[in-house]
């Protein structure tokens, strides 16, 4: 597979043809591939030459290390690059369900990581949100504190 | 600083907050000196926005002074009046490139709640709950404004605030409905709603140079005011039958545009049929939104013909007339407000007194009156169109 770790990132953009010339996107998703966890991908409104220069990860992704396997492509139809990332280790079953509860699912890093990619790359910075809130802890608002410290992740809750 | 902060259901309240900061090089912070209310205030203060927490700052139709400008903002400068979009935007990703900015990749900082409700993430909004971002709104002393260079404009000598405080949400949201609705040359085109943004999408129906543009309501007031400042035609849904009265007034076609100004709490003017829609909303499993408006413009609306829905749905709906939109092969489309594609043209239009948006400020007054502003706004009462709140002063605006 064309497969890209970032530890390996150097060759990135080499890659980026080859990729696609041997046909092997889209990637697999579980659906079709149990033995890995699920490609995440962005489209980044770039070309993979801006996306990954010289072969550098953008520095989000690059934070994570071995824990994932990057691939940059030419987007579907051009419009841009396809940065993706997939863990090398997903959790399943329970501990995937409890991850998902703790608000500690490597997944949810992964698509913060993609999201912050494309946000640096696309516009030099990583909006922040508010910081001085000006919200009351109250009862009622508990659901909307639970999703809002999720909400930079992926839109699963 | 003070501000305007929903705090429940039918609650609003002007409290003491800290000052808002800048967080980002691209962010600045403006001075504001007025501060409409919208429609979608109402659709928050009703409780049917869902992720809204109490304290929460409210407000996104605005115009300021620029008093702090981050290392990276390059089109602004400190002492700049600028009017300020309501939907943030980056300008870069591909939708913002394609025009379509209220879908910015880029502007939401809580995408994965609108991505659960929804699929995707629109852009961000100034105070307009947490899906939306979660951003503090305009009601308030100062504001900072997010991707500065692309969401805020400055406003030309000629145009006074009055004017140029409506460029940033109501005027381009009526733009918007008849340009993306495609109004052409001899077009009749039906408005439901004679709030500010219905009367602004008739406005630029008419600039666009439709034949007849018919707005619907229920006040008289709000009908005389379109009548009287923008000249188009009004019909009082309560006094007679709009489906046939449309389509006669179109030569029996029915309009070939359809614009929906009402949003997710349209009234029925059947009190039974009303009472039976407001029973499901308040479920929230029957349904969300309330759509009547929607349906009659389904229905009105001339085969082949657009309905442009601009008024803001939230969730679900109950008996949507599919047959009707299917069989007579109409075109539907909505969005939150592209404006940063329009505003520049609008403030100029304005310049050139082309587009007039002064007389929907019928209610100014000073921050500290929040309360009694939405509740004029929300009831409407003593003919009010907008409160427009005035952070710094008395209320007393200048018209030029
Ligand atoms: N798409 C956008 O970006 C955008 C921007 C601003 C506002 N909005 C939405 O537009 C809608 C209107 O906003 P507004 O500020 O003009 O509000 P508004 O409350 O001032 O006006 C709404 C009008 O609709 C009328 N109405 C209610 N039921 C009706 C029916 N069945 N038929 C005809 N008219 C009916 C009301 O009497 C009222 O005059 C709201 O839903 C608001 O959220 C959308
Ligand atoms: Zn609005
Ligand atoms: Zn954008």
Redesign the pocket.
Known sequence: MGVIGAAVAGVVVNRIMSARNRNLWPMATIAQDRRHARWHVVTINKSPEEVAPGGRLPEPLAKLGDEVEVQVNRAVGDRGTALAARLRHEPTGVAATAARVAGTDPRQRVRVALRESKQLIETGEILQPEKVSTVKRTLTGLPVDFAVSRARGEGRL | MKAICWEGVSEVAVEEVPDPQMYNKQDMIVKVKLSSV???D??QLNGFIPTMRAGDVIGHEFLGEVVETGSEVRRHNVGDRVVVC??IACGRCWFCEQGLF?DCDNSNTNPGIPEMMWGQSPAGIFGYSHAMGGFRGSHAEYTRIPFADYTAFTVPDGVDDATAVFAS??AP?GW?GADLGEVKQGDVVAV???????QMAAQSAMLKGAARVIV????DY?LDMAAHHLGVETLN?EETDIDAELRERSDGRGPDVCIE?????????NPVAYRWEQVKQQTRVLEQDRP??LR?AIISCRKGGMVYV???FVGMIDKFPMGALMNKGLTMR????HGERYIPMLLERMARGEFKTAHLMTHPMPLSEGPRGYDL?KN?KDGC??AVFHPDGDGRVTRE
């Open positions: 919208c429609g979608s109402l659709h309501s939907v209220s949400d109501s949201t918007m439901w709603g004679a709030g500010a943004v219905g619907m309501d229920r006040f709000r849904y100004a009402v949003g997710l709490e349209s009234h029925t003017p009547h408006s009659q601009l008024g803001v909505s969005a939150q407000q706004f409407k169109v907008r």
